[in-house]
C-alpha cells in the first residue's frame, strides 16, 4: 500500500508493504515483505527486514535491519563523518526509542532495546539496553530573560 506524496527512486519493495505518506526511498532501498516505512520517512541504500517498522519522522541510510525491528520518531542514522560513509546494523526484535542518533559504524544487537533520546556510538550486545541521557536537572526560580519593550 504506497500512499499520497510518496516517491520511490531505485528502490525495491516486497508484498505486502506500508509506505507514506510522504515517504521518500532512495536508491539502494530493499523492503522485505510487511516492513512499514511511515510517513515524513527518508531511506537510502537501507535493507528493511520483514516485518519491521519505521513509523515517522525517521532518516536511515546506509543500514541494515533485520526481521521486526521497531525504530522510533525521529531516529537517525549518523551514517557520514565528512569522509567516508558508514554502515548501522540492527539485528531481529531490537527496539530504538524515539529521537535517537545511531552513529555509523554501530550495531545493535538481537532484542536490544535502545532508550529514548540516545546517542549511540558503540555496539550493543543482544538483549542490552542501551541509554545515553545526562541526568535531568531543574533550577528553581530561574531568571529567564525577557524581551525589551519595543522603542526602548
Known amino acids: 500500500h504506497i500512499k499520497a506524496n510518496t516517491v520511490i527512486e531505485d528502490a525495491v519493495v516486497a508484498e505486502s508493504c506500508d509506505i507514506g505518506p510522504f515517504a521518500r526511498l532512495r536508491p539502494g532501498t530493499q523492503l522485505a515483505n510487511k516492513a512499514k516505512i511511515g510517513n515524513f520517512v527518508e531511506t537510502k541504500k537501507a535493507i528493511v ?87 535531568q536537572t531543574s533550577i528553581k526560580n530561574w531568571p529567564r530573560p525577557q524581551k525589551k519593550e519595543k522603542g526602548n
Do not use: Q, W
Open 49 to 135: 527486514g520483514e516485518g519491521s517498522k519505521i513509523n515517522h519522522l525517521s532518516y536511515v541510510g546506509d543500514a541494515i535491519l533485520g526481521k521486526d525491528v521497531n525504530v522510533g520518531a525521529g531516529t537517525i542514522t549518523c551514517n557520514y563523518d565528512g569522509v567516508n560513509k558508514s554502515t548501522t546494523e540492527i539485528d531481529d526484535n531490537a527496539f530504538i526509542g524515539s529521537n535517537t542518533a545511531l552513529v555509523a559504524p554501530v550495531k545493535v544487537g538481537k532484542m536490544a532495546t535502545v532508550g529514548a533520546g540516545s546517542t549511540i556510538s558503540k555496539d550493543i550486545d543482544p538483549a542490552a539496553l542501551a541509554v545515553t541521557r545526562a541526568k
